[in-house]
């Protein structure tokens, strides 16, 4: 291996810890890109949905919630405004304990889910439901000590930043609706997409008695530990760009040597920064890189009908004009897939002041250590083994304190995951596209009656629970059909429970 | 309502919140009085069991345990030295994937539950277990930051001695005993009585990918919130004095006022003082008031054969000469129960210094809050309804933070429970004692096939995990016998899932 090789080892493996590994359902919001409008900015040419447009029948709370939940120290009391949002519209009340769907926030500002998740918009008329968003921890409005900013520079608050407060955060709050909302016996349903499913997920195992059931969309709660192979990633990226063109797989595979070559030349940067209308003149090649690779990765992560956006990357490298070098066809790719720009911003997809890049990736470097590495075999990308060691030296300079790796298992397990649910736990649908690279991490068997997997070959990432279209696919509309009626079926066991079960004092 | 009945409703209050809510299984061990020799009082013309006679097989172990879970802050990090003691003499090992049975220790040092906790010790050759015993954080050796007095002391470093933090604790050692003993495939069956059942049952809830089953003995997951009704502890203790002789009852019931009476006399408390041999002269009716509640607490919760402690004060109260007034009954009963002393120390159930009295008050002053109070009617102590109110305000004073509730039901849940837990969770076992007080918090039902209720109508707390006697009437032979094929029947389920199930990386 040569020198520019562990270089590249060693860059690919810092782009992987923190820029692609945010993952949120609905892509739009999670970089510094315009922030209104809920779908891809590929489709930019579909009707955009505002959130004025919904804004009516949503009502926006904000809960007073205790910081610090499992400990009891002084400071553990302060509390901080977090912000839920209810539409009652569709709902039949409480008097017929009519059930509540609920959208569980994840590493992003809320205000794109009440238009973007559009599983609970959909179906409140045929539920009845009521609706409920609730905002995760440190994101949009939620933030404790007033700034985000200054939340999360400082090491003492930031440390309340965690998966298990979330939840808890959750508890409390869904609590507090149902007693508001006089609707103790109106079951509970939780949402989730990406990092959101599997809190939805987790919180059904934790909270049984506050969440009867959940859908976790495209939660890939098995990418932890040793569970899941380490390249399953970007081998999924890699098998739907060879599936949806050959020759675009091959060049993209050829050209990270192409890029090195070019770099070693005098001025090499330069002729990069030019091929690529770089707004900054690269100052090194990995900036390329990251930026191609996020562009890849992105692409395959969403690559949903009506406009599959990893076509239109493939289009724009297979359909430049013959004779075209490899990086003018890579260039086209890049063209096609971001639009026509007089430059292209090399830190689109790692801007150290958007929100969800700053808190994922405080959120990645303590618990969420999720080990994402570039494979050798077949792949279209350079080797780039993840590194556990140089993950934690680089969160420690970071953050000054240890990621843990083994707590997300500790806490919410994943180890044998059939042989210790199959007999315990009800209620959970694991629902993934397997054209989405986080498919690798998700649960694609059934693990019980009960808690099963709802999958689909040709899915992305989180279509299942974004709005019903026209133009969707039967296989897509079969799958939705298939959740409403996986819930249904809780329900209805529910209520006969109900009359038989419940507490009559 | 006159004055007198008002102060007695508020000392009662004190006394309920500090003193009768200690609870251990061996409760030789939880007072200021000789540690040594795991049984009651009462019993001991019965041969002790001291540790020394156990210690060989038993080898103790230091694990390094975090301090804080749940958050990511700098001192979130810190460590202290937790205690846990292994014994494998009867462990057919990890490759036959043997089960270990764990007893988690509760609100007391572990020293006495090596040989106080007979369901280990007895049923570990049967089912070839590795025993593991695992002390509770602030108690015994395992204390952060050196003594028990410094780290109770300070606000900062109490907060983290939490129900929450302790089975994260255990779920942690358990993950390092089984890659320490290579056995990944053994089934781990938690075990505890009292508090420690709570945390046993809790356990199975929340780390089911740790433990696959549950004893909890004698644990009032019920005895929170609105859950029981308040007056369920004292309703029994007082219809186990009322079985026993209905005349010991009626003295008990009428020597409140007669205490009263005395005390109005001038010099009234000196008369009470040297009528009831105390140690010091008393100050007010409530040290000899609590201190008698104490004792009949303790003897119906602890009413086991074959000496009864029960039987034995009402002995003492009934057996008393001919003409004896009530105060002088009462006091023989003292004396049968306690044995014959030079003086009485009315400072015995809550000595400040004791570390279960220290530790289990802050514990109910944070989140264990257990509303026990008397009733009005048929009981023999005089009224004294639990107050939310004066007991967060008498906790605040004491400890500066504000007691929670709810929060034992938020996230252990506790409401609708079979409605709940019906088809989700498996594997636990309630086991009560219904002559024990606790028992009125205690899951009596089966919540479905495999969580389920085991009680014996005579039996008292913790009854059944502590060691086998030959002298144990068949009722009791039966319910441990009951209890181990119950264990049993989930072991083979496991091991005909493990073939069917299993990861096979």
Known sequence: MNKAMGFLRHSFHQLLLFSLISFSCVSGTQFSIPRLGALRRTTRTEPKITSTSVSKDFKTFFYSQT??????????????????????????????????????????????????????????????????????????????????????????????????????????????????????????????????????????????????????????????DDLAPQVGYYAIVTKDFKETSEGCYETIRESWDEIDKVASKSNGLSIL??????????????????????????????????????????????????????????????????????????????????????????????????????????????????????????????????????????YYGGHDLKLILHRFASNIIFSNGLRDPYSSGGVLENISGSVVAVYTINGSHCLDILPEKKSDPQWLVKQRKTEVQIIEGWLAKYYTDLLEFRDRT
Chains 1, 2 share one sequence.
């Not at 934690?392 to 997300?408: N, T, Y």
């Open 67 to 224: 910081l610090d939940h499992f400990n009891y120290r002084p400071e553990s009391y302060t509390t901080f405004p977090q912000r839920y949002v209810v539409n009652s519209k569709y709902w039949s009340g409480a008097n017929s304990s009519a059930p509540i769907l609920v959208f569980f926030g994840a590493e992003e500002a809320l205000d794109n889910d009440l238009s973007g998740i559009g599983f609970l918009t959909d179906n409140a008329p045929r539920f009845k439901a009521l609706l409920v968003y609730i905002e995760h921890r440190f994101y949009g409005k939620s933030i404790p000590f007033g700034s985000r900013e200054a939340a999360l520079r400082n090491a003492s608050i930031r440390g309340y930043f965690t998966s298990a407060q979330a939840i808890a955060d959750y508890a409390a709050i869904l609590l507090h609706i149902k007693k508001a909302f006089s609707s103790k016996n109106s079951p509970v349903i939780v949402i989730g997409g990406s990092y959101g499913g599997m809190l939805a997920a987790w919180f059904r195992l934790k909270y049984p008695h506050v969440a009867l059931g959940a859908l976790a969309s495209s939660a890939p709660i098995l990418y932890f």
């Open 273 to 410: 920064s030019m091929k690529f209308k770089t707004c900054k003149k690269l100052k090194r090649t990995f900036d390329l890189k990251d930026y191609l690779d996020s562009i890849y990765s992105e692409a395959a992560q969403y690559d949903h009908p009506p406009t599959y956006p990893l076509s239109i990357v493939c289009g724009g490298i297979d359909g430049a004009p013959k004779g075209t070098d490899i990086l003018g066809r890579i260039f086209a790719g890049v063209v096609a897939y971001m639009g026509n720009k007089s430059c292209y911003d090399m830190n689109e997809y790692n801007h150290p002041t958007d929100e969800t890049y700053m808190g994922w990736r405080w959120q990645t470097c303590s618990e969420m250590v999720m080990p994402i590495g570039h494979g050798n075999n077949d792949s279209m990308f350079p080797p780039a083994p993840f590194n556990l060691n140089k993950f934690i030296r680089k969160c420690k300079s970071l953050f000054g304190v240890q990621p843990q790796p083994h707590w997300v298992t500790t």
